[in-house]
């Protein structure tokens, strides 16, 4: 008799416990898949502080083939599912795709930012759901204070120096907290012009920070907020974000060059595609986390509206607490679906309080119900998150204790650059690569104005200042899109994709098809990182589509031969070496023409231009809510 095969997706809280609590479960007795696009589980609440330089990156990941080993990990990103098929189809990291078969599916894919239609956030704005957005913060607000210690005005130097945080929710507070502890350290090895420091700003429409808590963690925040500098403003949103700044609800325009977006999130789009009855955007289940109708298909986690018990007629909410709980009673019923357990639970909770890192010694927590605040709650928030942390628990304490005694490192690594993290992402877990597959949605399926589009088919992002211009602060790196002065911009046709070979190449796109055409590369071609040949584009030598080499056809004709090579300082005369339309390899058909012998496309004697034959000119190119998911639930 054939084991049953269980498919898990997405491996965030819910979907990690349920695979973890599975495998404990079925001893072996099923076949458990679990599918994510990246191979570690990320402890979500510790992320603030890796954008502060407390935690290296790898101290939040827990590897999932380490942990999870009785588990088939598969990389991938969830693209279809065929619910009366039992299939689901996906695509890798390489773009290839692959299609799994399940007898039980647990749908576990988390959620992502959550965009509001405000102009110029989508292209200004980043958020923080993911270890490159954090990354990529932490890179970016050391830039900027660097840049204004050397500013020579003391406009930039303030614009550079203002940090505009949106949403007063678990995430934004923390970033917020972390943040002005981050850059006061800064500037004492790095001064800034006389009176200055940087200034952190956090925006929320709500009447006070942290509305989900208790009125006493609220104003224990707020007060520990506005000590360390913080400008709080409650009853304020962003209107308009653009290149030089935010402006305010309130008529106010605040001059800055960064804008972290912390509003909330909403659940991943996969769960829209299927057609079943939805609660805003979350897929209905029941109390035993099953969606109605489907016996075979659970959901869990941020993707679904899950009845709260406790309180009759309303669901839980997307927090890190009741996913973390929903991946265990998913597991439980699906074993006992399958006749691997035991009875079916229906999913009860108890909330067991709250607690927020504010930095330092600093922090708010009520467990239990008890309130408390500063050096107590501090204890108790990093006790919680050591022991709710799957794995690396050591490293964590031991990067805590070098915090407290060294300063903290801050460079550049340059590793994660702004046209990596889009807002407007299905996936704010994996970097933008250029050449990647990227994954590309129909805009309805998407919030906010489709600035991830932009971003998969240009290779730009959309934090370098919108379409057509780039912040002087996020100029890429010689070698990455954006570079070069044959950069391809946007216009009325499809945008071309900037491929891996020319970028690591530093070589710009030229030459590509006319508006709408769409470049095609051959699976060998993709394989081996090469682009496929275009019009008018010469890569470098040895390589695909580069320059012909000698002997080859597409070369250069031996001299002395008909169509040979024009007096040069003529029309159709020899181009420049190693440009578009340059001289290809010597010896080859469609080389460098004999001497003395008519130009292909030079006009017969007497001036005039023959049929088939017109004259030569000058080649043209073109110049290019719901709160996220409760960062210290305890």
């Not at 972290?260 to 029941?286: F, I, Q």
Request: hydrophobic content about 35%; aromatic content about 4%.
């Amino acid at each position: 008799m054939s084991r049953p095969r269980i498919l898990i997706v997405g491996a965030g809280f819910a979907g990690f416990r349920t695979a973890r609590t599975l495998s404990r479960l079925t001893r072996g007795r099923a076949h458990i898949t679990l599918l994510n696009p990246t191979d570690y589980f990320l402890y979500l609440p510790l992320l603030p502080q890796v954008a502060a330089g407390i935690l290296e990156p790898r101290r939040v990941t827990v590897s999932l083939s380490d942990s999870l080993p009785d588990v088939r990990l598969v990389l991938g990103e969830a693209d279809r599912i065929d619910l009366d098929d039992r299939t689901l189809h996906y695509t890798g990291p390489e773009g290839e795709g692959g299609t799994l078969a399940y007898d039980r599916l647990v749908l576990a894919a988390g959620s992502v930012n959550k965009l509001l239609p405000i102009p110029g956030v989508a292209e200004h704005a980043h958020g923080f759901r993911g270890l490159p957005e954090a990354l990529y913060l932490r890179d970016h607000v050391t830039r900027q204070v660097e840049l204004a210690a050397s500013a020579d005005d003391a406009r930039t130097c303030a614009a550079r120096c203002t940090f505009v945080v949106v949403g007063a929710g678990y995430t934004g507070t923390e970033v917020a907290a972390h943040g002005q502890m981050f850059t006061d350290a800064q500037v004492r090895r790095h001064p800034l012009r006389r009176g200055m420091r940087p200034r952190w700003m956090l925006l929320d429409v709500a009447p006070r920070v942290l509305p989900e808590m208790d009125g006493k963690l609220s104003a224990t925040a707020d007060r520990v907020l506005r000590q360390r500098g913080v400008d709080v403003r409650m009853g304020t949103s962003v209107k308009e974000a653009t290149h030089d700044g935010v402006l305010l609800t309130d008529g106010e325009f605040v001059e800055s060059r960064t804008l972290v977006w912390c509003v909330g999130v909403r659940p991943d789009p996969l769960v829209e595609s299927l057609g079943l009855p939805m609660e805003k955007g979350r897929l209905l289940v029941d109390p035993h986390l099953r969606v109605p109708g489907r016996p075979e298909l659970f959901a869990c986690g941020d993707v679904a509206a899950v009845p709260d018990l406790e309180n009759p007629g309303s669901y839980t909410p997307m927090t890190a607490q009741h996913a973390w709980r929903h991946g265990k009673v998913a597991a439980q019923n699906v074993a006992a679906s399958l006749g691997l357990g035991g009875a079916r639970t229906p999913y009860r909770h108890r909330d067991l309080g709250f607690v927020v890192d504010l930095g330092g010694a600093k922090a708010a927590a009520n467990p239990l119900g008890v309130a408390l605040s500063g050096v107590p709650a501090g204890a108790v928030t990093r006790g919680y998150h050591l022991a709710a942390m799957p794995g690396n628990r050591v490293r964590v304490a031991a990067d805590w204790l070098l915090d407290a005694v060294l300063p903290r490192q801050a460079v550049q690594l340059g590793l994660v650059r702004s046209w990596s993290v889009p807002l407007d992402t299905s996936s704010p877990e994996v970097a933008r690569v250029p050449g990647g597959p990227g994954r590309q949605q129909d805009a309805s399926a998407r919030s906010g104005p489709g600035a991830a589009l932009a971003a998969d088919t240009d290779g730009r992002g959309t934090g370098a200042g919108g379409p057509g211009r780039a912040r002087p602060h996020d100029e890429p790196a010689k070698g990455q899109p954006g570079s070069g002065t044959r950069q391809i911009r946007p216009g009325s046709g499809a945008a071309q994709p900037r491929d891996e070979w020319e970028t690591a190449k530093g070589r710009p796109v030229t030459g590509r098809p006319g508006p709408g055409a769409a470049e095609v590369r051959s699976e060998a071609e993709t394989a081996k990182g090469r682009p496929a040949a275009a019009p008018g584009d010469e890569p470098a030598g040895d390589q695909a589509g580069g320059e012909a080499a000698r002997d080859q056809a597409g070369g250069e004709p031996a001299k002395n031969q008909p169509g040979g090579e024009p007096a040069k300082n003529q029309p159709g005369g020899e181009p420049a070496r190693n440009q578009p339309g340059g001289e290809p390899a010597k010896n080859q058909p469609g080389g460098e023409p004999a001497k003395n012998q008519p130009a292909p496309g030079a006009p017969p004697p007497g001036g005039r231009s023959s049929p088939g034959h017109p004259a030569p000119g000058p080649v043209k190119r073109t110049d290019v809510a719901d709160e996220d998911s409760a960062k210290g639930d305890s």
